[in-house]
């Protein structure tokens, strides 16, 4: 299994530009999860789903954030207008049952600059 | 907001020692979870310890719970220089309804000295 991929691995950007990240999970998997990870905040969670339904989206910091899970096998990330403060590691993550009780697959992440 | 803190922060040791770290929660658990990652890449599992069970072992690795004092250890023996990572506890926080979701702590940075 090629495990949880991302795209794009890097990102710059400027300021007010719309940002799109892509999650594919691990086939078969059926919770996929959104992280945000910086030096000062830790790993945070924004979003998860479970058989491609939000289940909790209060991580998402403010409207500008936006995520969707159209079908079990792909999952995107908007920031829309991004801002430098958005700048930090965002990483994808699936597993294969709901909630917290169960392992947890990260991708590589995807690392975002915003100037 | 993190449920689970590492302690220490930042630990470095030589090979062939063993290293220890530990994490604190507030609130009780169903189960606790602990994540590697190495410098610029995803976090990978490790081991998770449920709320019934007091010690378990994967390889050289050893985690230990203490539902009591709300605590967990993670015990590397005879470390090896690629061992070098930063290692988060996580535990389940309750999401509503009754989905639960993992809260991480922010890390031990773990340096292993050939």
């Known amino acids: 299994d090629a495990g949880v991929i991302q795209s794009p691995r890097h990102e710059v950007t400027e300021m007010g530009q719309e940002v799109t990240l892509r999650c594919k999970p691990i086939?078969?998997?059926?919770?996929l999860f959104w992280y945000r990870q910086t030096m000062m905040r830790g790993l945070e969670l924004l979003i998860y789903?479970?058989?491609?339904?939000?289940?909790?989206d209060s991580g998402m910091p403010e409207d500008r954030f936006s995520a969707k899970m159209p079908n079990a096998s792909f999952s995107t990330l908007k920031i829309q207008p991004s801002e430098p403060r958005d700048s930090a590691v965002y990483f994808c993550?699936?597993?294969?049952?709901?909630?917290?009780?169960?392992?947890?697959?990260f991708g590589p992440g995807t690392r975002l600059t915003v100037t | 907001s993190q449920q689970g803190e590492e302690d220490p922060q930042a630990l470095s040791i030589q090979e062939g020692e063993n290293a220890t770290m530990n994490c604190s929660y507030k609130?009780?658990?169903?189960?606790l979870q602990w994540y590697r990652q190495n410098s610029g890449r995803g976090l990978v599992h490790l081991i998770l310890?449920?709320?019934?069970?007091r010690e378990k072992h994967s390889g050289r690795l050893r985690v230990t719970l203490d539902t009591s004092k709300k605590s967990s250890s993670l015990l590397i023996t005879a470390s090896r220089a690629a061992d070098t990572a930063s290692y988060f506890c996580?535990?389940?926080?309750?999401?509503?309804?009754?989905?639960?979701?993992?809260?991480f702590g922010k890390g031990t940075l773990l340096t292993v000295n050939p």
């Open positions: 609130t009780s658990i169903n189960n």
């Open positions: 993550a699936s597993s294969n049952g709901q909630g917290a009780s169960y392992e947890q697959y």
């Open positions: 086939s078969g998997h059926n919770s």
């Open positions: 310890i449920r709320s019934n069970e």
């Open positions: 996580a535990t389940d926080a309750y999401s509503g309804g009754s989905n639960y979701k993992l809260t």
């Open positions: 789903f479970n058989n491609n339904v939000p289940i909790d």
